[in-house]
């Protein structure tokens, strides 16, 4: 007999992984984008902060990107971090897609991806800045990766409350 869990069990035990809780911590502390006239700072912020910590440097357009992002995001349903988070891991190059899927493992990028799945339901499968990704494993696993790494960092603990 097979055992199965369902999302929502899945969601609840897989929220005991302290990565799984960093990646929500960051996730919460950021917050949405509502319009703000500070957003596009903020997402540039983002986007070249953590493009710098896969890759040693910024993309070279972060600020760009940050600024069509929260064009395109406005009163989404998905937090600033998590936005930015998944932006880079979308732009990363395919190589380094591939390096640190690699790195991870079969296994690590399962996880990684389904713990974002989980936790922000469809931003896998809605376009960001135009661009709609058939092969999405790597870089939500990525994406886990950004968002649990910023909040170690930081210091950021997540307080339990849920994200939508």
């Known amino acids: ?7 929502k069990q899945r969601r609840a035990t897989n929220r005991q ?14 917050d949405f984008n509502r319009g703000e006239s500070y957003e596009a700072d903020k997402l540039g912020d983002f986007v070249s902060h953590f493009s710098a910590e ?18 395109e995001t406005v009163n989404g349903r998905f937090p600033d971090a998590v936005n930015a988070a998944w932006l880079v891991a979308v732009e990363l190059p395919s190589s380094k897609i591939t390096e640190l899927s690699n790195m991870l493992g079969p296994m690590g990028v399962t996880n990684g991806a ?3 799945t ?8 809605e376009p960001i800045l135009g661009r709609k990704l058939n092969l999405w494993r790597g870089p939500a696993a990525i994406a886990t990766i950004i968002l649990a790494t910023h909040a170690a960092q930081m210091g950021y603990v997540w307080s339990g409350r849920e994200l939508s």
Request: net charge negative; aromatic share 12%; no cysteine.
């Open 17 to 30: 992984i302290a990565e799984v809780q960093q990646m929500l911590a960051t996730a919460e502390t950021y």
């Open 118 to 125: 989980d936790e922000f339901p469809d931003r896998v499968k």
């Open 54 to 71: 896969i890759l040693g440097s910024p993309l070279p357009n972060s600020r760009e990107l940050g600024r069509q992002l929260a064009a």
């Open 114 to 116: 389904t713990f974002f």
């Open 1 to 7: 007999m097979a055992f199965s869990f369902s999302a």
